[in-house]
């Protein structure tokens, strides 16, 4: 089991920025994603990024969504660039595949248009 703890989120306009965070013990070693989860949807894998750093973001968000690692932090990060109306949900971080018994909080992201 992995504690994490996500960050970072909060309210922006429509066409902003947002950087999000994910600490916790043992990320450095382990493939790590960031989810997401819209009212009234089922929570969808976003991007996930393997212990070497090598990236892969879902389809139909690339060009707006970065995933990073920060190795000194133990820290994970998404950035999210150009925000819409449809980003707004609560993101989680997990392992990839994620482990039913590290979801946290998440941090709520919501945009206003």
């Known amino acids: 089991q992995v504690q994490l703890v996500e960050s970072g989120g909060g309210l922006v306009q429509a066409g902003g920025s947002m950087r999000l965070s994910c600490a916790g013990s043992?990320?450095?070693?382990?493939?790590m994603a960031w989810y997401r989860q819209a009212p009234g949807k089922q929570r969808e894998f976003v991007a996930r990024i393997s212990i070497t750093g090598v990236t892969s973001v879902a389809n139909d968000l690339r060009g707006r969504f970065t995933i990073a690692r920060d190795y000194a932090k133990n820290t994970v990060h998404l950035q999210i660039n150009n925000l819409k109306f449809e980003d707004t949900a609560i993101y989680y971080c997990?392992?990839?595949?994620?482990?039913?018994?590290?979801w946290g909080q998440g941090t709520q992201v919501t945009v206003s248009s």
């Open positions: 043992g990320i450095n070693n382990r493939a």
């Open positions: 997990n392992t990839n595949p994620p482990q039913s018994n590290s």
